[in-house]
């Protein structure tokens, strides 16, 4: 991927952040430098880019996020449970579509969803090129899901933007409210910068414009539809 088409009317503007969790109820799983050591042996003998990418989503679910986020009062509502979900987000070749890859915690159906370039914040990311924190997507009334399974509570995103321009993102969100904090978005941040070395050094554009589009997306727009 070669630069980035003209800018259009595709962003939300300024999207605010909800007050952060206090610092005393972080209860973080151990380990960051273990796993992202561990994940780049793992990227290094991936058989392609999505198994490396895989490795790094694995980092963000693993270790990110405060663990006791579902014991705060009103951080699951009934029906909802504790888990979490991550992932990364490439700009298809043809810049109409933010497309899963080495995601963690899906729904298998959904290992190729495809969201509209624009569309909300994975959308606003990607026009602003900048990382982004809901610590509670109900306080954020754009928030949309695109999960097939539930609503997530907390999400982060952190874009992956090479010497060419923005190729993706990285993300990981959970059920429970507050689970994320700026802590773990700097921990994203770092995530999102190696893996767009990884999708640069593994000829990440190749892998994509051979895999797109894939025989089983799960295309968001089509289903909104329904």
């Not at 290992?111 to 624009?118: E, G, T």
Request: hydrophobic share 40%; proline share 7%.
């Amino acid at each position: 991927m070669t630069g980035r088409p003209p800018q259009t009317d595709r962003g939300q503007g300024a999207i605010p952040e909800a007050p952060s969790a206090c610092p005393a109820d972080r209860t973080d799983a151990p380990g960051f430098l273990a796993a992202l050591a561990q994940a780049l042996e793992d990227g290094r003998v991936a058989d392609d880019v999505e198994g490396a990418l895989h490795a790094l989503a694995t980092v963000a679910h693993a270790t990110l996020g405060n663990r006791a986020a579902a014991d705060r009062p009103g951080a699951l509502q009934e029906g909802e449970r504790d888990y979490r979900v991550a992932g990364c987000f490439m700009i298809t070749p043809d810049w109409q579509y933010n497309m899963l890859v080495g995601n963690v915690g899906f729904p298998p159906e959904q290992r190729r969803l495809m969201i509209p370039f624009a569309w909300n914040h994975p959308g606003w990311v990607v026009t602003n090129e900048q990382p982004l924190l809901l610590e509670n997507t109900d306080d954020h009334g754009t928030f949309r899901q695109f999960l097939k399974s539930s609503r997530m509570g907390s999400s982060i995103y952190a874009p992956m933007i090479t010497s060419d321009g923005m190729v993706g993102q990285i993300v990981a969100a959970a059920q429970a409210r507050w689970t994320y904090t700026q802590e773990d978005l700097d921990r994203l941040i770092v995530l999102g910068r190696i893996g767009a070395q990884i999708w640069r050094a593994r000829f990440g554009a190749n892998w994509l414009a051979a895999d797109y589009p894939a025989a089983d997306a799960w295309w968001a727009d089509c289903q909104d539809a329904r």
